[in-house]
């Protein structure tokens, strides 16, 4: 059974950082490609950033380019989102999600594992 725990979410004031977690358990994740999604309220979910597990490589969002940072502790099992200077608009649930096949894949229609979320808040 996959498990995806994110944690980190909290609030923080625009210009901040946070950086959020996901420990993945369950499985082998060295075939899988990792992401970080988001979705605010009444909005559908948004991809901001992936990792392909084996590789290390990453590809991310216009919106989120240059700010946020996806890498992974391939001894802890776990992916992070290092975000730095946070928007407003940045504002959501972030969920970690994984997807079977390694590859840069944005859709979240492609994800087989999701996890609870997490909120972050940006605050003006």
């Known amino acids: 059974q996959v498990q995806l725990v994110e944690s980190g979410g909290e609030l923080v004031q625009a210009g901040g950082s946070l950086r959020l977690s996901c420990a993945a358990s369950?499985?082998?994740?060295?075939?899988?490609?990792m992401g970080w999604f988001r979705q605010a309220p009444g909005k559908e979910r948004e991809f901001c950033a992936t990792i392909t597990w084996s590789t290390g490589s990453t590809y991310y969002a216009d919106s989120v380019k240059g700010r946020f940072t996806i890498s992974r502790d391939n001894a802890k099992n776990t992916v992070y989102l290092q975000m730095n200077f946070l928007k407003r608009e940045d504002t959501a649930v972030y969920y970690c999600?994984?997807?079977?096949?390694?590859?840069?894949?944005?859709?979240?229609?492609?994800?087989?594992?999701w996890g609870q979320g997490t909120q972050v808040t940006v605050s003006s």
């Open positions: 369950g499985r082998t994740f060295s075939s899988y490609t």
């Open positions: 999600a994984a997807r079977r096949y390694s590859g840069t894949y944005v859709s979240p229609r492609g994800y087989d594992y």
